[in-house]
């Protein structure tokens, strides 16, 4: 994700002086990288598993536990909002976008990160076959659940903000070997939960399957997708 966060970084540049929240901040890469330009730098994620290791990256920084969809803030409290990869995974995403743009503050900017088209992401089919493995309950929000064009742009639009930007970045995930693979993907929230429902030697006989179909003619395990962010003003 390193590449998505540096692009949605520079297109919200200055940050200089700045407060930022990042909702869903998972282990905090993205903050990090925003104290580094000089924000003040917020997080809150519902892993505290995944704080632990942002606490380490920024000791100082205040980092909570906390749902997307309830953002334990005040009104207008950061000048720059943004969520990489999570807003999706929200029950009620269009109330999600309003949380991030209730938070913003007046002419200060709002950054969602996401998965782009899923007919040019070779990993959706590892989450299409996980979920013929383990078929979650309807309704169940899914990692590419926003990823059709106007998707965020719209629930941008429909809580009050201005769409003023935004990108595809690609995302490449390569393994040197089928075991670092599952060591990668096992370790992700979503994959923990299948294999709760139909054990690990199942999931890692699913992920082993799709990797093969995509193995590269230079021999290298990879799947090419590809990220988009939007940006937008309040």
Same mark, same amino acid.
């Given at each position: 994700?390193?590449?998505?966060?540096?692009?949605?970084?520079?297109?919200?540049?200055?940050?200089? =002086?700045?407060?930022?929240?990042?909702?869903?901040? *998972?282990? *905090?890469?993205?903050?990090?990288? !925003?104290?580094?330009?000089?924000?003040?730098?917020? $997080?809150?994620?519902? %892993?505290? $598993?995944?704080?632990?290791?942002?606490?380490?990256?920024?000791?100082?920084?205040?980092?909570? +536990?906390?749902?997307?969809?309830?953002?334990?803030?005040?009104?207008? !409290?950061?000048?720059?909002?943004?969520?990489?990869?999570?807003?999706?995974?929200? /029950? #009620?995403?269009?109330?999600?976008?309003?949380?991030?743009?209730? +938070?913003?503050? !007046?002419? =200060?900017?709002?950054?969602?990160?996401?998965?782009?088209?899923?007919?040019?992401?070779?990993?959706?089919?590892?989450?299409?076959?996980?979920? %013929?493995?383990?078929?979650?309950?309807?309704?169940?929000?899914?990692?590419?659940?926003? !990823?059709?064009? *106007?998707?965020?742009? #719209?629930?941008?639009?429909?809580?009050?903000?201005?769409?003023?930007?935004?990108?595809?970045?690609?995302?490449?995930?390569?393994?040197?070997?089928?075991?670092?693979?599952?060591?990668?993907?096992?370790?992700? *929230?979503?994959?923990?939960?299948?294999?709760?429902?139909?054990?690990?030697?199942?999931?890692? %006989? /699913?992920?082993?399957? +799709?990797?093969?179909?995509?193995?590269?003619?230079?021999?290298?395990?990879?799947?090419?997708?590809?990220?988009?962010? +939007?940006?937008?003003?309040?």
């Amino acid at each position: 994700m390193r590449g998505v966060y540096e692009a949605t970084l520079d297109a919200l540049e200055p940050l200089a =002086g700045l407060s930022h929240l990042d909702a869903g901040c *998972g282990a *905090g890469l993205a903050l990090q990288m !925003s104290a580094a330009r000089g924000a003040t730098v917020t $997080g809150l994620d519902a %892993s505290d $598993g995944l704080l632990a290791f942002a606490r380490i990256r920024l000791p100082d920084a205040d980092l909570l +536990v906390g749902e997307i969809e309830e953002l334990p803030f005040a009104d207008e !409290s950061f000048d720059v909002v943004t969520a990489f990869n999570s807003i999706q995974y929200a /029950v #009620d995403p269009a109330h999600a976008v309003a949380e991030l743009a209730r +938070v913003c503050r !007046s002419r =200060g900017r709002v950054a969602i990160g996401a998965w782009g088209d899923p007919a040019r992401c070779e990993t959706e089919a590892l989450f299409a076959r996980l979920r %013929s493995l383990a078929p979650p309950p309807p309704g169940t929000p899914t990692p590419l659940a926003i !990823s059709d064009a *106007g998707v965020i742009e #719209d629930l941008l639009t429909d809580a009050g903000l201005r769409v003023d930007g935004g990108a595809e970045v690609p995302l490449t995930l390569e393994f040197a070997d089928m075991d670092q693979a599952w060591t990668r993907h096992s370790a992700a *929230g979503p994959l923990q939960k299948v294999i709760e429902v139909a054990g690990r030697d199942a999931v890692r %006989s /699913v992920l082993a399957e +799709v990797l093969e179909t995509d193995r590269k003619p230079d021999g290298a395990l990879r799947q090419d997708n590809v990220m988009r962010y +939007v940006t937008a003003n309040k």
